[in-house]
């Protein structure tokens, strides 16, 4: 299988025009020269997102990992300092998620502490199925944005070759792949066979498209923020869906071929529908 640019860049700059890059793509033009230290990327918060906040207000920065820090979560949520590893490319792409989705990402931590919270009140054990899916969602999370209310529903659907490939054009022109997850845009540097992400749906009308880039961005964090609060919207592991990110056209030049989306081993069917095929024989 075969990636564009396949091999491993030194310079976050050299990602800004790479697909599924683009809500970062101005901010990883100011880093030509190899990865910023905390104190830098405390810097382009303060100009790209001022005002942010940790799920309890403080203001948020990136500082060196303390030592004995275990809880990470309880750690930002209680000072505003989010661990940042120097010269790590997950802990870089995370100070670059705060700072295109400044409200979402405090939403997440609020929701952490709350759930923590919540289970201790009620003497339940272990992190539960909340805080398992926002983790989840933090590392490999999607939201897709889409003015065709079809597209969301066959990708929901797993109609991977119809929404991908037969409705190619029409999934351009009203689908936007907006990557949320620090861990998925790190593995995007060099994609791999099977690279899949979890996703959120939505529909916008087709106004929302002719947005600017930051005004939709922005937009699109606010709503985010709102869905992950909402207390009547359960968030857990059933909110989010599997997309297979190397489906998306652009990705990897292996998609320009419909046969490309019947390989089961990426483009898996729904549950009951591989089940079926087992007990087929298929």
Not at 86 to 104: E, I, K, Q, T
Not at 211 to 222: G, I, T
Not at 267 to 277: D, K, L, N, S
């Amino acid at each position: 299988m075969s990636f564009r640019n396949p091999t491993q860049a030194h310079s976050p700059a050299a990602y800004a025009r790479r697909p599924l890059f683009e809500p970062i793509a101005s901010l990883l033009s100011g880093f030509p020269d190899g990865l910023p230290d905390a104190a830098a990327l405390t810097a382009c918060l303060r100009v790209h997102a001022p005002g942010t906040v940790s799920g309890s207000g403080y203001p948020l920065r990136f500082v060196p990992p303390p030592e004995n820090v275990e809880a990470y979560e309880q750690h930002i949520h209680a000072t505003g300092e989010v661990p940042t590893r120097p010269s790590d490319w997950h802990d870089f792409f995370n100070a670059l998620a705060w700072c295109v989705w400044p409200r979402s990402k405090a939403a997440c931590n609020a929701l952490h502490l709350r759930e923590q919270a919540a289970r201790a009140a009620a003497g339940w054990p272990g992190r539960g199925p909340v805080r398992d899916a926002l983790t989840q969602f933090d590392e490999c999370g999607v939201l897709v944005v889409s003015a065709d209310p079809d597209i969301p529903a066959l990708l929901a659907a797993h109609a991977w070759e119809e929404a991908l490939w037969t409705r190619r054009a029409r999934l351009r022109d009203s689908t936007r792949f907006l990557i949320f997850g620090h861990g998925s845009w790190d593995q995007l540097r060099q994609p791999f066979f099977g690279l899949c992400a979890k996703a959120i749906y939505r529909q916008v009308t087709a106004d929302w498209l002719h947005l600017p880039v930051p005004a939709r961005q922005a937009e699109a964090d606010a709503w985010l923020a709102g869905r992950l609060a909402d207390p009547d919207r359960p968030f857990d592991k059933a909110a989010l869906s599997p997309l297979p990110l190397l489906g998306i056209p652009g990705v990897t030049a292996d998609s320009e071929r419909a046969d490309y989306y019947r390989d089961t081993r990426q483009f898996r069917p729904p549950r009951g529908m591989h089940r079926t095929a087992l007990h087929a024989g298929l």
